[in-house]
C-alpha cells in the first residue's frame, strides 16, 4: 500500500509487544492511523480508521490474505511493529489511493487479528502436519464449498480464519482438483494437460505462487523459502489461492503424491522458472514505483502544505518595504495628509494647518510629516506670559495625532510610527 | 560576470553549512575565484567547518558599521576566500542586513563566484541572503519537513526572481522511509542536480575544522560535491575511486612509514 512514512508514534518488536492488546486500544481511542510491520525484506500494513481496521496488506497480499501474513510475521521475534498516527482526512484519502486493499466494512477483521495473534504460536507448526496428512488423503467432497467461498470477496474473514484452525486448513489443496471458473494463465495449462508430466508441474504451479509471494527477497531466498516451505502451510495457502482451472483429476491426483514424494533436487530443476518469476514480479514492481505520481497527490501523501500566493505576500511584506507598491505610495501619503489634517483640526486653539507626508518606501517603509499650523493669537499679555508654553503643548498634541494617524494607517505594523520624523511649525 | 548563488534550504540542520563550504573549495579547485560569505550571522558555522573561528573581523561588524568588507575576506583552504560571520551575539544586535546589499556590490567585483550561505528559515536576514543572490541552490534532506520548507523556501525565491538550479538532496539513504529522488522533483517542481549521500565523514571532518573534499576526497560525498562544482561552472570530473587496498597492506604501509 501506498503510505505517508513519517515519523512513527510507537516502535517496537514482535515479541515485546501484545499485538491484540494493540489493537483494542487502538480502537478503544479510536484511532486513525497505520500500522506498518515489517520481518526481514517483507513489509505489511494496516490501516485503520476510527479505530476499525479499513485496509491491509503484505507484499502483493491484500485484506485478509494479508493480515494472515502479518500474523504469521508477528510469530517471528525480529519482526518490528511502528503504528503511524494520521488524521481522519488522510485516512480517507489513503483508503481512496489503496482501494485494491480496502476491507470491508462488514467484514469481522478486528477480532480475527485478536484471533490470530493469540493463535499465533500454534499456527506456525500445526498446519506442516496438517499439510502432509491432509496430501496424503484425496478428499475432495467438502472442497466445492471451499472453493465457492473462495471467489467470494467478502468470504476474506473465513479464509483467514481457516488458516487458524487445523481441520480447515486441510481444504487448500482440494482447490487444486476443482477449480470451476478461475482465471489461470492458458500457457501453463495447456501445459498440464498436454504433457503427462502434469504432476511436476502442479508442483511448478505452488513453486510459482510461492515464488511470486515472496517479492523483495532475493531469488536464492526465494527459492530455499519455497522448498523450505512448500509442504507448510505457505505452499498449501499458495494452492489455495491460486485456485487453477482445467486440472485433470489425474493429473491433480499424481501431483499430489509427487508434491509429497518427489526429491527436493527435482524440484531445484525448476528453479529458472521461478527465478523468472520473481524477477518478472521485481520488474513489476519497479515499474510501478516509477509511475510518476501527481503532485498534488504527493502532497496529500506526505501531508505537505502547498504555499499560498497570499502566505509569500505576507511574508515579502516584512522585508524591503514591501507593503505598499511604488505607485501606491502617493494614495498613502494622501491618506495620512487628510487625516492628520482632520485630526489637528479638531484641535479648539487651531484656526489652520497644513501636511505635508513624503513616503520612503526604499529598503523599509519610512517618511516625513510636516505640519505647518496657526492657532488662535491671544491677548497681548497672554502672549509674552504663555505663548512658549501654548506652543509646547500644541505641538505634542500634533505629534502625537500625527502619530495615531500613522498607527491608524498601518495597523499590523505599529513599529512603523518610529520610522517617521514628524515636524511641527507654527506660523 | 561575477555570479552569486545563494546556498539556502529553509529548514536548519539540513547540512547546508556544510555543502556550501565544500562546494565553495571545489569550485576554487577548479580555478574559479569564489568568495564564500556566511550570512547566516546569528547561527555562523562556517568558519568551523572551514577551520576559521576566531577572525577578528567579520561580517558582523560590517553589517554594524564597524568595518569595510574588504577587511572581512580571509584565504581559506584549496584557495577559497572566505568571510566569516563572526559568533559574537552581542554583535547581532547592531546588525543592519541593509548593509549586505552594498557589501555583496564590493565582492562581486574580486570574484568569479560568490557562494552564500544563507540562514535558515525565512526570516529577514534569510530572504535578504536570498534576494541578493541571482541563483539559488536549494538543500533538503529527504524528509518531509525538510521538504515542506524547502518549498517555501523556493516559492519566496521564484518571487523574489531568484533563478533556482536545482535541489540537492543531502544525507540521501537508501531506505523506503524516505522520499525518492522523483518524489521530490516532483513535490518541488525543481530539478535534482546533486543527490549526497549520508556520510560519516562529514562530521569527521567538521571535528577536523577541515573541508571534507580536502580531508577526503574520494569520499562518495566529496565526489559528490566535486561533481556538483564541476556541473555548475561545465567542467568535466572523473570521480576518485575509493582505496580498495586491503587492511593488512594498508597497516604493511603504515608501518614502513608510507602514507
Known sequence: MEMPITKPSMVSYADELDFSKLMEDLAKDHKNGFIRVTSGSEEGYILYKDGKQVAASYGRFSKSEALEKINSALGNKNTLIEVFDIGPSQVNYLLDLNKPYTIEADSKVYDV?????????????????????????????ESNKVEASSENVSEDVKSVENVVEPSVAEKPDTSLKEQPSSPEPPKEVEKNEEVDSAPSLGLDEAEADSSAEVEKSSVADKLDKALNELPKDEGVDELHDSSPSEFLDESVDSSIKDISEQPMADTKSETPDMAEIGSESSETQDMVEEIPVDRSELLKKYGIKDV????????????????????DVERVELVLMNLIKKSVLGIPKIKGTEVMVFLDNYKELSGTINIITEYESQGFLNRIMGQNRTAVNLRRQIINIAEIAIKKSFRQYPEVVEKFEINVEFS | MTRVITVASGKGGVGKTTITANLGVALATYGEQVIVLDADVAMANLELILGMEGKSVTLHDVLSGDADIEDAIYEGPGGVKVV?????????????????????????????????????????????????????????????????????????ANRLGVDILGVVINREQHDKTFLTISEIETIL???????????????RAAAFGEPLVVKNPKSPTSNAIMQLGADLIGEEYQPIEPDKKGVISKLVEGLLGRR
Open chain 1, 308 to 327: 499560498q500566493d497570499d502566505d509569500v505576500e505576507n511574508l515579502l511584506q516584512s522585508y524591503k518595504g514591501g507593503i505598499i507598491d511604488d505607485d
Open chain 2, 189 to 203: 517542481e525543481v530539478p535534482v542536480i546533486a543527490v549526497i549521500p549520508e556520510d560519516n565523514e562529514v562530521s
Open chain 2, 84 to 156: 566569516p560571520a563572526g559568533i559574537s551575539l552581542e554583535g547581532l544586535r547592531k546588525i543592519k542586513m541593509d548593509r549586505l546589499e552594498s557589501a555583496l556590490e564590493i565582492l562581486i567585483e574580486s570574484a568569479d563566484i560568490l557562494l552564500i550561505d544563507a540562514p535558515a528559515g525565512l526570516e529577514k536576514d534569510a530572504l535578504a541572503a536570498i534576494a541578493a543572490a541571482q541563483e539559488m541552490i536549494l538543500v533538503t534532506t529527504p524528509e518531509v519537513p525538510s521538504i515542506s520548507d524547502a518549498l517555501k523556501t523556493k516559492i519566496v
Open chain 1, 113 to 141: 487479528i485478536g484471533e490470530l495473534k493469540k493463535t499465533s504460536t500454534g499456527t506456525s507448526e500445526e498446519p506442516v502436519e496438517e499439510v502432509t496428512s491432509q496430501i496424503k488423503e484425496p478428499e475432495v467432497t
